[in-house]
């Protein structure tokens, strides 16, 4: 099962201690210790709590509205502000991966293969990354190369579940 990395928007005080009680679980299921953003916003009594950032969400983080963008399913608005993301931080490989992802999303299986790259070439240790990678070429009918991230997928930690995932992948190709 693939986890999406803690990025957070959330409404109140509840909200967020949820969210970082969410984060914990995500950390304790991933094998990851990763620091959670968590964004509270406060919402008027008897209001509804905002789906995606609203106006004066500006402040927040790129990377982080294009997150709530995407898991909103609304992968064409995602699209520039991930490359927003990647413009104010070049060397942030989730940004480079999410980009891509978002460009596979959008059916654009070529263009999303230079920033999935982009992302295992920043972290070579980003499992997820190779991961991806080797799903977008192989998508992309590039055999060859996508035999080759999955094999990286698999060397970085052969017994977690992305190098499973990496593993049943390379017996369909």
């Known amino acids: 099962m693939k986890l999406p990395e803690p990025k957070l ?3 109140g005080a509840a909200g967020a201690a949820a969210a970082l009680a969410l984060a914990a679980a995500w950390n304790s299921a991933s094998g990851r210790r990763t620091e959670t953003a968590v964004y509270t916003l406060a919402v008027p009594a008897g209001a509804a709590a905002p789906a995606v950032p ?4 500006a402040a927040l983080p790129a990377a982080h509205r294009a997150d709530v963008l995407f898991e909103s399913g609304r992968f064409a608005e995602a699209l520039p502000v991930y490359r927003q993301a990647v413009a104010e931080d070049p060397k942030d490989a989730d940004s480079w991966m999410d980009l891509g992802l978002t460009l596979a999303q ?3 299986a070529e ?3 230079e920033p999935l790259t982009a992302a295992a070439r920043i972290q070579p240790g980003y499992q997820r990354a190779w991961l ?3 799903f977008v070429l192989k998508g992309a009918g590039r055999a060859d190369e996508a035999r080759a991230a999955l094999a990286k997928c698999i060397a970085i930690d052969p017994k ?3 190098a499973q995932e990496a593993k049943a992948m390379l017996s369909g190709i």
């Open 111 to 113: 263009e999303a293969i």
């Open 160 to 162: 977690s579940g992305q």
């Open 106 to 108: 959008l059916g654009r």
């Open 9 to 11: 928007l959330v409404a």
């Open 132 to 134: 991806s990678l080797g």
């Open 54 to 57: 609203g106006p004066g969400a």
